[in-house]
């Protein structure tokens, strides 16, 4: 019997390498974006600006020959979400199928967090088959480190809004942006307490470049970016012990109790929780939310709450990590256990209550059910 030949299966394509480049300062942003460009000289360089009073999305596409494109896009709502679904990914992809350049360098909107662009490309990867993200870059202003990390302006007091109704603050914005980046490229070398301060921010061993020029392209678009490994440096809930404090000037308080919030002693608390130039992040339970996640996002004297997930069958927990580099930490402390339910709550009421109020429903809505 004539042995039947075997069906050639074909290979997957190698996908276009992208380097995704992130900030708050335009300046800083070209510049490390240049410097890639540079490092690089097969890559295409994207550039998408965000203009909301005109709702429009400006794409601008060169290579090493000068522009391909520059487009306007009329949006609907001029924000970073629709951007990134309507042009920025699709264009990545576009270019990336034509199969002419060998990486892509994308800088994207002054104010967008790369962390989007990646957990598109996660959640959906048949919407951009050809690329994969190599490495994603913070670009930061070397003369206004701590003010764009730890500062109380408001983008829009900046005239970096994405949307007319974006009332993010820079630092919360600026932080992010640092946590969820493999390397951070700084336009001039900082001071000694605010290189502490971005190396606390950032994930463990994560490089600090302050000078673009210096910033190793071959060695990003090869393939740094570990898309679990950030996604649990920049989780809500993290569980595990963080990683020895970087030295230099930095502090970092890990505020942590199995214990839930009292919700009443929680707003009373909020102020020192919550105000002054730190940055803050993490989760809480409160006993009259038991099922709920709630989510602390904080930076610049700004503090956000809300709560989008379930505890499930994972043990609640109440963990706040804060970081500054001003001498008035010693209270934070005291505030945080003041928040905690008291040995005589618990033996009184225990730590699941029934309660149709608790106050915290301007931030978590109503309470969704009794415990």
Same mark, same amino acid.
């Given at each position: 019997m004539t042995p039947r030949?075997?069906?050639?299966? +074909? #290979?997957?394509?190698? +996908?276009?390498?992208? %380097?995704?480049?992130?900030?708050?300062?335009?300046? !800083?942003? #070209?510049?490390?974006?240049?410097?890639?460009?540079?490092?690089?000289p097969d890559t295409v360089m994207v550039r998408h600006v965000i203009d909301p009073g005109?709702?429009?999305?400006?794409? $601008?596409?060169?290579d090493i020959d000068g522009v391909v494109e520059h487009e306007e896009i009329n949006l609907a709502h001029a924000c970073v979400a629709c951007a990134i679904r309507e042009d920025i990914v699709p264009t990545l992809e576009r270019?990336?199928? /034509? *199969?002419?350049?060998?990486?892509? &360098?994308? =800088?994207?909107?002054?104010a967008a967090e790369a962390i /989007?662009? =990646?957990?598109?490309?996660?959640?959906?990867?048949?919407?951009?088959?050809?690329?994969?993200?190599? !490495?994603? &870059?913070?670009?930061?202003?070397?003369?206004? &480190?701590a003010e764009d990390l730890l500062g109380p302006d408001l983008l829009d007091e900046r005239g970096? !809004?994405?949307?007319?109704? *974006?009332?993010?603050?820079? !630092? @919360?914005?600026?932080?992010? $942006?640092? @946590?969820?980046?493999? &390397?951070? =490229?700084?336009? @001039? *070398?900082p001071e000694p307490e605010e290189r502490s301060l971005i190396a606390t921010l950032a994930q463990p061993r994560t490089p600090v470049v302050t000078d673009p020029s210096l910033l190793d392209a071959a060695g990003l678009v090869a393939g740094v970016?570990?898309?679990?490994a950030v996604e649990a440096w920049v989780a809500e809930v993290r569980r595990n012990p963080l990683p020895p404090l970087p030295e230099g000037g930095a502090w970092r308080l890990d505020l942590r109790s199995e214990r839930p919030i009292h919700p009443v002693r929680f707003q009373e608390e909020l102020e020192i929780l919550g105000g002054g130039p730190r940055r803050s992040r993490g989760c809480f339970w409160v006993p009259t939310r038991p099922d709920d996640i709630c989510v602390w996002d904080g930076a610049g004297g700004q503090a956000s709450v809300g709560s989008t997930q379930k505890w499930g069958r994972t043990e609640r927990l109440t963990r706040i990590v804060v970081i500054g580099i001003d001498d008035e930490?010693?209270? %934070?402390?005291?505030?945080?256990?003041?928040?905690?339910?008291?040995?005589? @709550?618990?033996?009184?009421?225990?730590?699941?209550?029934e309660e149709s109020w608790d106050g915290l429903e301007d931030w978590l809505g109503p309470i969704g059910r009794a415990a």
């Open positions: 030949p075997r069906s050639q299966r +074909k #290979l997957p394509s190698p +996908k276009l390498p992208v %380097i995704l480049v992130s900030g708050v300062e335009e300046g !800083a942003m #070209l510049s490390a974006t240049v410097s890639l460009q540079f490092g690089l005109r709702q429009l999305l400006t794409r $601008i596409v060169s270019l990336a199928a /034509q *199969d002419r350049w060998g990486s892509i &360098v994308a =800088c994207l909107p002054v /989007q662009v =990646c957990r598109v490309l996660a959640w959906a990867p048949r919407m951009a088959p050809h690329i994969s993200i190599a !490495a994603v &870059v913070a670009a930061l202003e070397g003369t206004t &480190v970096l !809004a994405t949307s007319e109704d *974006d009332r993010r603050g820079v !630092a @919360e914005v600026a932080s992010a $942006i640092v @946590e969820y980046a493999d &390397v951070v =490229c700084v336009t @001039e *070398d970016h570990r898309h679990h930490a010693d209270e %934070i402390p005291r505030a945080f256990e003041r928040a905690l339910l008291t040995d005589q @709550e618990i033996a009184q009421r225990g730590q699941l209550w």
